[in-house]
């Protein structure tokens, strides 16, 4: 998929938006499919990248033999067996193996968008075997995968997750005795949380038995990540990769990583310790108040949930000439706090459209940051629940290999045994902290709105 022909170059990683005009022409259909997917494909999809192939690299596209999601093409290299599994067909197809929507208008929908050679030969370059994550595949590794791999010949191989459904498995049943509510059964409970999967990038996962409809948000797709939930999933395009940006740029970040080498810690312990020296100095109330004049919209990478607006942009709103290492933890901060903003307004849009999101779960790299963690649960008014397991992408992973292996009657049970819950972090108590943040988040949406003011503006401007 590179301009200059290398086929070693045969992968578009999710967060390329090369395929944004081919988003929004998909769009303009108007189908009945983007119910699927919260009114609007992103650039960030299957879809629109697969149209600017076609449109792009003409003979890259006669040349194609299988169209696959990472996942699906390892556990296929691994098996032999190009079984796919739902949690990777979710933005394939807006209906289910099951028959539970009207069957055939895939079709439909892939060719009005210029796709429907996908269906030549019975839909065998993007799949028609597709089944629950976990299902067991073929007859397990092959001798050659296996002798790769240092494994017996016939292990098991479940079907794949997309890594942030991974995560969600790996996380959603993570839930303390003291946390648990007597009141809701097992499945009234589960549709209570959401998964936040903090990485370069923030999964935001919800489960619901019936199907919710929300405008800007991904789904429903049905048993994606838990088999007969539907799944909603939100998300921010650059979370880690934005806090990194903000820091590598600055002018400080040199003496920043001197200074953190030098002490044996991370660049981001460093600067939590430099805000809470602050935070001293100045004898303000609580931390997080060292931000009143600084306010970030972290939409640097376009805004996948909510607004779906790929076009949105980054704004930071009070910088100064301060080249400082302490003015750089204040922009990271105000950075950490726009991406809690963020969530806030993905968890309230969801409650808004069905959903009863009052617990949240978090994993990944930022979910080892305690300011990170601490932040977000101050700005959205709920505890966050860490999993003991630090690495619960792969915890999640090993799910689908002991259900595949037997173990466990279902993905739900094997979490119910395998989750295990952590540290559990509250919101302040402090109204003063509730208030503050009540504050800054009217900024942080009013943010967006000046920008679609300033938009329509400019593009008057140019008519």
Not at 154 to 172: C, E, K
Not at 312 to 338: F, N, P
Request: with cysteine.
């Amino acid at each position: 998929v590179s301009w200059n022909g290398d086929s070693r170059r045969d992968i578009i990683v999710w967060m390329d938006h090369r395929a944004l005009d081919q988003a929004e022409r998909i769009n303009s259909h108007s189908s009945p499919v983007l119910q699927f997917y919260g009114g609007s494909v992103s650039p960030e999809m299957q879809a629109p990248k697969l149209l600017w192939v076609k449109e792009n690299l003409q003979k890259t596209w006669s040349m194609v033999y299988r169209w696959m999601d990472l996942g699906n093409w390892l556990t296929y290299r691994a098996t032999g067996d190009e079984t796919r599994s739902l949690s990777h067909m979710e933005q394939w197809r807006e209906s289910n193996p099951r028959g539970m929507e009207p069957y055939g208008t895939d079709e439909v929908f892939w060719a009005e968008i210029g796709l429907g050679d996908l269906y030549e030969g019975s839909q065998a370059k993007i799949g028609h075997s597709v089944v629950f994550p976990g299902h067991p595949l073929g007859s397990g590794l092959t001798p050659t995968s296996a002798k790769e791999l240092g494994l017996l010949p016939g292990t098991p191989v479940g079907t794949s997750l997309i890594d942030a459904h991974a995560g969600g498995v790996g996380v959603m049943e993570s839930v303390p005795e003291a946390e648990s509510k007597a009141d809701l059964s097992d499945e009234e409970a589960i549709c209570r949380r959401m998964v936040l999967v903090c990485g370069t990038s923030t999964c935001h996962m919800a489960v619901s038995k019936n199907k919710l409809f929300i405008p800007g948000v991904w789904g429903p797709f049905w048993s994606a990540m838990i088999p007969e939930y539907w799944l909603t999933e939100g998300g921010q395009s650059a979370t880690g990769a934005l806090l990194d940006y903000i820091v590598e740029n600055h002018a400080a970040a040199p003496l920043l990583a001197n200074h953190a080498a030098s002490q044996s810690v991370s660049i981001f312990e460093l600067l939590n310790k430099i805000l809470l020296s602050m935070a001293h100095e100045q004898n303000i109330p609580f931390l997080s108040a060292l931000s009143q004049d600084t306010h970030v919209l972290p939409d640097f990478h376009g805004n996948r949930s909510p607004v779906a607006d790929p076009k949105s942009k980054g704004v930071i709103c009070g910088l100064t000439l301060d080249t400082s290492e302490k003015y750089l933890a204040l922009l990271y901060l105000a950075t950490i706090q726009g991406i809690a903003y963020g969530t806030r307004h993905i968890v309230e849009h969801c409650n808004a459209h069905g959903h009863k999101i009052d617990t949240l779960l978090a994993c990944g790299g930022l979910a080892k940051n305690s300011l990170y963690i601490q932040e977000h649960a101050d700005i959205i008014g709920c505890p966050i629940i860490l999993p003991r397991e630090n690495e619960s992408v792969l915890l999640g992973a090993s799910v689908l290999g002991a259900v595949a292996a037997k173990k466990f009657s279902g993905i739900h049970d094997a979490m119910k045994s395998m989750n295990a819950a952590g540290k559990v972090v509250h919101p302040s108590s402090d109204p003063r902290v509730k208030k503050y943040h009540d504050a800054k988040y009217k900024i942080f949406r009013s943010l967006y709105e000046q920008q679609l003011s300033h938009r329509s503006t400019m593009a008057q401007a140019l008519q």
